[in-house]
């Protein structure tokens, strides 16, 4: 790994495709071990592992070193000592895209195959299928290394590892790997990138790790679990409560009501809807007919192809009136389309870059911006983004897959439509540190209650 020891402003990276294959296969390739918390000495060249290359704390975030002599006894995967916080089934591979200062490097969008423009890493959590004799492993990658750190032409490409020190290695596998395919300190193995939503169910996947690069400079507001809230789409904004946080329309809510808002010291949310078109919104008229497609479930909308690119310089403008209007961040509604009967053959990674895409543009404009429902790519979009915003997920038991948004400090805004079972629904959201308001459907501020 290495250590950034200073944060400074990175730079943006142009769009770019490739045609390199996502799925090289490497073969043959030396593995050596390597651990959470490892001390540097000349056995791994002096290089600590209590840091990794994107994460400062990463020992602490994980939540103790990961002893690789002292293992559980009857789950070997875990130390003796504690269940880890972050996956124990890890690896490191010999390429970062940043480069010694922090910055991005300039040339992803040629070297990456998934290249998409982000402030965020393009390496980490990304997930590996390894293979030693007849066992398959899978593990996220949350290191760089070993003793190389741009090393592209063997992990994107087909060249040999150009590691020279010790064993000449090629990937570090944590303990947890280590076990699972019993291999020796030294040995060989077969490796791959693989999709998230490919990764069959397992050890690997029984805690996933979901936390970005730690050291990012920002220029948007962050909030962090304690934010308070309000929410309220239609009707005159009450403008009364004492919270953090407004979440309010895009369209209807004028300039000047932000800005009392923000002369009360509120943060003002602006919602909008990214996946669907609305006939009475004020850009109605821009949006290609070819990319319209079903009528949504119980509402008076129609889902979007959202690969279109005509789409995505909608959502640009959307966040350019965002800007303009003075909002601090954004919540796009609808980010989900690929589990539903759209129209259109979405498909999970679809989503991913559309979802990836509405992030890097807000940021780029220095607006923070929420993750909505979308519960089943969580894990792969919350580094992505500053917070969560659900709804009823006590109503249908899914609040558990908001944690990853917890685990990092981001909050996690919850509503039910019903104060049935409020004080139950207020204890369990109080012990996973979810803000949940109980609001009416149609969130016109009607009624307001709150767990206190």
């Not at 916080?85 to 992803?108: C, H, R, S, W």
């Not at 390496?123 to 190389?148: L, M, T």
């Not at 509405?358 to 929420?370: F, N, T």
Request: hydrophobic share 30%.
């Amino acid at each position: 790994m290495k250590k950034y020891l200073f944060l400074i402003p990175f730079l943006l990276v142009g769009c770019g495709s490739s045609s390199k294959d996502n799925s090289q296969l490497h073969k043959n390739i030396i593995s050596t071990y390597f651990y959470v918390g490892e001390g540097g000495d000349s056995s791994n060249d002096y290089i600590s592992n209590v840091p990794s290359a994107w994460d400062e704390n990463w020992t602490g975030h994980f939540g103790r070193i990961d002893t690789p002599n002292e293992r559980n006894s009857s789950y070997p995967y875990y130390p003796k000592a504690f269940v880890p916080k972050e996956n124990p089934f890890y690896v490191a591979i010999p390429y970062n895209d940043f480069d010694d200062n922090g910055d991005k490097k300039t040339n992803l969008d040629k070297i990456v195959p998934w290249y998409i423009p982000t402030y965020q890493s393009l390496i980490k959590n990304r997930w590996v299928k390894i293979i030693h004799n007849d066992k398959i492993a899978y593990a996220q990658i949350e290191d760089s290394g070993p003793n190389e750190y741009n090393d592209y032409k063997y992990v994107f490409g087909s060249d040999k590892p150009k590691n020279t020190f010790g064993a000449h290695a090629g990937i570090d596998v944590s303990p947890a790997v280590k076990i699972y395919l019993g291999l020796d300190d030294v040995d060989k193995v077969d490796w791959e990138f693989v999709e998230s939503d490919k990764v069959p169910d397992g050890p690997w996947k029984k805690i996933v790790t979901s936390r970005g690069v730690t050291w990012l400079s920002k220029n948007w507001k962050t909030f962090d679990t304690n934010t308070s809230w309000q929410w309220q789409l239609q009707g005159d904004i009450n403008t009364s409560y004492d919270v953090d946080v407004y979440d309010i329309d895009l369209f209807d809510v004028s300039k000047d009501t932000i800005d009392k808002l923000h002369d009360k010291n509120r943060s003002v949310i602006c919602y909008f809807s990214g996946g669907s078109y609305e006939a009475w919104r004020d850009d109605a008229d821009l949006f290609p007919r070819e990319a319209i497609g079903k009528k949504m479930d119980g509402w008076d909308e129609k889902w979007l192809d959202i690969r279109n690119d005509k789409i995505k310089d909608i959502m640009k403008k959307r966040l350019d009136l965002a800007k303009e209007k003075g909002c601090d961040g954004v919540e796009p509604d609808n980010v989900d389309g690929y589990t539903n009967d759209t129209g259109f053959n979405l498909t999970y990674q679809d989503q991913l870059k559309f979802n990836i895409f509405l992030a890097y543009e807000a940021h780029k404009r220095g607006l923070s911006i929420g993750l909505k429902n979308d519960l089943e790519q969580i894990n792969d979009l919350s580094m992505y983004f500053d917070f969560g915003l659900n709804e009823q997920c006590h109503q249908y038991n899914e609040c558990n897959l908001l944690t990853p948004f917890i685990t990092q400090n981001k909050p996690v805004f919850n509503v039910e439509y019903s104060t049935k079972n409020k004080d139950e629904i207020c204890e369990k959201s109080k012990a996973l540190k979810l803000k949940t308001l109980f609001l009416p459907l149609n969130l016109d501020d009607s009624f307001r209650e709150e767990c206190e």
